[in-house]
């Protein structure tokens, strides 16, 4: 129990320090107007209340990763625990800063933009791939696991359930920000805090050993799968996700200063830390063995997992709110999941938002295609959903690094976690089936020298081309 606690207050912690540390490198300006003024549009760019932006930020980038992701992490032992709060902290507040930060200082562009102003026109389309791929996995994500829990609740028809969900993320696509987001979010928001510490809460109160194996030096995963790299593959939207850069730019368009970046970015991602130490507490501690926990994962995915714990530890009526809990956090990204994929293909192609029929002429196809992609299976869904999420951190982590150098400011806060996910991400592609399927360690040693090559790279040209400019 008293590992569980620390883990929390140190990410609190983390907020106070480090993002602090964070806040003063890149130096906010509060005089300075925000996109939400200067910008306003009436349908994306509205000036809204910071306890509004904090609420719908947490909820966007919260979706069904602080979840599934630690339940799955939870098979590698205690080990998930220290990556949940060491990256939420030095890896994902920073990634989530500075994407939202880089977003308000640029009217609110969204991440292609943002990296293509950095690394170039090779680098904005790269990105604008990546970034439209994996808006819509995480869609189609966050339709299959929302209806299966729902299923599994309600016993509705699952493909039925796939119908509504897709209905109600083409309405929060189209419709202005603050018709439907702004509204149903604060309600969503009482769900997700109540299963937050429900959950937790009757873990403690009904006598479970708290983890009862904190022996992080050992691997406990049943296929003998390696924790480097896949822990910080499948841990992903707990501790860093490249699909909160998606996001950010949502609420950059809707926050009124610049002094409340620290806590609508940095805050809410070290809220979703605290949201992920949760669930993998409730896998190390709810199941007697990592075999039994294994096997209700394979059986019916994690969500299965999250209906057992939830009935068996706060009955069928708290279980049932528990359940729509977790049910808000993958619907709550997936909406905007496709949203934030509307306004990347209209800032690439140059169409103007204002009208429905432009917007209803990128929402029809995106939704079609989305649509499709749900009927695949879900876990080869979630592996290539996995490892582009994690790319994509990746390259607005050197994105930043960018940004800071050129501005002679301590660059290493990003440069350091982007070394590190350069390799981890390589090593992943290069030795899984749905990538290369190389040997594990030779993959292992190609991702560490690319990725040193990487960081050596960015220092000898970022030294020279901006030796001589001003902060």
């Known amino acids: 129990m008293w590992f569980f606690i620390v883990a929390v207050l140190l990410l609190i912690a983390g907020y106070f320090t480090y993002g602090k540390i964070v806040e003063r490198i890149f130096v906010i300006d509060e005089n300075r107007s925000t996109p939400a003024y200067t910008e306003q549009d009436g349908v994306d760019y509205i000036p809204m209340p910071t306890w509004k932006v904090f609420m719908i930020q947490l909820l966007d980038i919260a979706g069904i990763g602080p979840v599934f992701g630690p339940i799955l992490g939870a098979l590698y032992g205690p080990v998930a625990l220290l990556w949940i709060v060491i990256g939420s902290i030095f890896a994902g507040g920073v990634h989530d800063f500075l994407s939202g930060m880089l977003s308000i200082r640029d009217k609110g562009k969204n991440i292609p933009e943002i990296v293509g102003d950095a690394l170039g026109m090779p680098a904005r389309q790269v990105v604008r791939v990546f970034s439209i791929i994996l808006l819509v996995l995480v869609g189609v994500v966050f339709v299959l696991g929302p209806a299966k829990l729902l299923n599994e609740l309600t016993k509705i028809d699952l493909n039925l359930l796939i119908i509504i969900i897709f209905i109600y993320y083409f309405l929060a696509t189209i419709l202005p920000i603050d018709k439907i987001i702004g509204m149903v979010y604060p309600f969503f928001g009482v769900l997700l805090l109540f299963m937050t510490f429900g959950i937790i809460g009757a873990l403690f109160f009904r006598g479970y050993d708290i983890l009862p194996n904190l022996d992080f030096a050992v691997n406990t995963n049943p296929n003998g799968k390696p924790i ?186 990003a440069s350091l976690p982007a070394t590190f996910m350069t390799a981890t991400t390589l090593a992943f592609i290069l030795e899984e089936k749905i990538g290369f399927s190389l040997n594990p360690v030779l993959s292992g040693w190609i991702g560490v020298i690319l990725a040193l090559f990487a960081l050596i790279s960015f220092l000898i040209y970022n030294k020279f081309r901006y030796k001589d400019q001003r902060p």
């Not at 200063?257 to 949201?275: D, S």
């Not at 994929?341 to 929402?363: C, D, G, M, S, V």
């Not at 994509?392 to 150098?405: E, K, P």
């Open 228 to 413: 480097w790299p896949l822990l910080f593959i499948t841990i992903s939207c707990g501790a860093l996700s490249g699909f909160h850069s998606t996001q950010s730019p949502l609420m950059a368009r809707c926050i009124k200063n610049e002094k409340r970046g620290r806590l609508v970015f940095y805050g809410a991602m070290l809220a979703e830390g605290i949201i992920a130490l949760i669930w993998a507490t409730v896998g190390l501690s709810f199941y007697k063995t990592p075999d039994a926990l294994n096997a209700v994962i394979t059986a019916q995915t994690p969500s299965g997992v999250v209906y057992q714990a939830s009935e068996s530890l706060m009955g069928k009526l708290g279980g049932f709110f528990a359940i729509l809990g977790v049910v808000v956090l993958p619907i709550t990204s997936g909406d905007t999941a496709f949203r934030s994929t509307r306004l990347i293909i209209a800032e690439a192609f140059k169409l103007n938002q204002r009208k429905i029929p432009k917007r209803l002429l990128i929402a029809v196809p995106l939704f079609i295609v989305g649509f499709l992609i749900s009927t695949q299976k879900f876990n080869v869904i979630w592996r290539y959903f996995g490892w582009a999420n994690q790319t994509l951190a990746t390259l607005v982590l050197w994105t930043g690094a960018i940004y800071l150098i050129r501005k002679k400011k301590f660059h290493w806060i």
